[in-house]
């Protein structure tokens, strides 16, 4: 089996393990993507949203305060401090993921900029 996959774990457990077709990471030198058969790396990750593309083409995002990510062998490992996924279509459900994605980056950083970035791109998602 030669799919990518993606390990997104926190202390409190594993948020996601399975097969995808691609992620964009937010990297502490900017966000960059990965496909299968990148090469190997190693990097922190800084505060912002991973978006992960699964290979039905459905997008999950998940807001993230930092970590680190090792890429090896089309195996992603993503080590994250804490973490906030949007997954669900009812909207009272995505207005309190919105309200704790807001109040973990708020809590990540004090850079205005970054946290109205990936809020914006969450509320686009949800959508």
């Given at each position: ?70 890429i090896s062998n089309n195996h992603v ?51």
């Amino acid at each position: 089996m030669n799919d990518l996959t993606l390990a997104l774990v926190t202390p409190y457990g594993e948020m996601f393990n399975g097969p995808i077709k691609h992620v964009y990471l937010p990297g502490k030198e900017g966000e960059f993507g990965v496909l299968k058969g990148h090469s190997d790396l190693l990097a922190l990750l800084t505060t912002g949203i991973v978006e992960i593309e699964h290979l039905d083409g459905s997008t999950e995002l998940v807001a993230i305060n930092w970590g680190y990510v090792e890429i090896s062998n089309n195996h992603v490992n993503a080590l994250i401090d804490s973490a906030v996924c949007l997954k669900s279509k009812d909207n009272s459900q995505i207005s309190e993921f919105l309200k704790d994605a807001k109040a973990l980056l708020e809590s990540a950083t004090s850079d205005k900029l970054l946290i109205a970035n990936a809020m914006h791109k969450l509320e686009v998602a949800s959508k």
